[in-house]
C-alpha cells in the first residue's frame, strides 16, 4: 500500500438502524413486482393500490404500546401503519425488517443496562408463529413469551403460542 490510509467504517447498531428510516413515510403505487408484492396480494392488493413504507420508529412505537398479556402480529402493525398514513396497505417485508431490528436494538438497550426496551417477544408472525429472527431464535422468543404465561406448542422453528387469536390487540 503506498501510504494510503485505510479507512475504517464504524458499524452501525440496531438502534441507529431503526432510526434511519430515509425519505420514510413514502407511499407508493402497489406493484405485484414489489418485494412484498406476493404477501400484498395475498391480502388482496390490486395494481395503483397505496402501500406505505413506514419508518422503523413507528414501527417500534407501535410494538412499545403492546401490553403484558397481548400479542400483536406483523399484519396488524401494518393495518395501524396504513391507516395512520392514509393507505390502502403496509410493506410487510419492511415493516418485517424493522421489526427485527427492533427486538436488536431492545436487546442493545438491555446490555447497556436500560429498563424501558421494547417489548418485541409480544409481536408475532401471522398464525402465532414465533420470530426466529429475533435475538436467540425462537427458544429465546418461547421463553420470553411462557415467562408472561402464554403457552406454546410446536417442534423445532415451527412454535406458536396456543390460541393467539384470543390475546390480539385490536
Known amino acids: 500500500m503506498n501510504g494510503d490510509r485505510l ?10 438502524k431503526l432510526r434511519s428510516g430515509k425519505n420514510m413515510p413514502k407511499t407508493l403505487e402497489f406493484d405485484p413486482k414489489f418485494p412484498c408484492g406476493k404477501a400484498l396480494q395475498k391480502m388482496g ?13 413507528e414501527v417500534d412505537e407501535l410494538m412499545r404500546k403492546v401490553p403484558k398479556g397481548k400479542l400483536m402480529t406483523i399484519n396488524g402493525i401494518c393495518e395501524k401503519l396504513a391507516e395512520r398514513h392514509g393507505a390502502k396497505y403496509c410493506c410487510t417485508l419492511t415493516t418485517g425488517i424493522f421489526i427485527m431490528t427492533a427486538a436488536h436494538a431492545a436487546e442493545e438497550a438491555r446490555a447497556r443496562g436500560e429498563h424501558s426496551i421494547t417489548p418485541y417477544w409480544r409481536t408475532i408472525k401471522e398464525g402465532g408463529l414465533l420470530n426466529d429472527k429475533y435475538p436467540g431464535g425462537v ?3 418461547q421463553r420470553a413469551l411462557e415467562a408472561e404465561g402464554f403457552r406454546i406448542r410446536g417442534k423445532g422453528k415451527k412454535l406458536s403460542v396456543e390460541n393467539f387469536a384470543k390475546y390480539l390487540m385490536l
Open 139 to 141: 427458544e429465546a422468543h
Open 45 to 57: 392488493a390490486k395494481p395503483g393500490d397505496s402501500v406505505v413504507l413506514a419508518p422503523g420508529t
Open 7 to 16: 479507512m475504517t467504517y464504524k458499524k452501525k447498531s440496531w438502534e441507529e
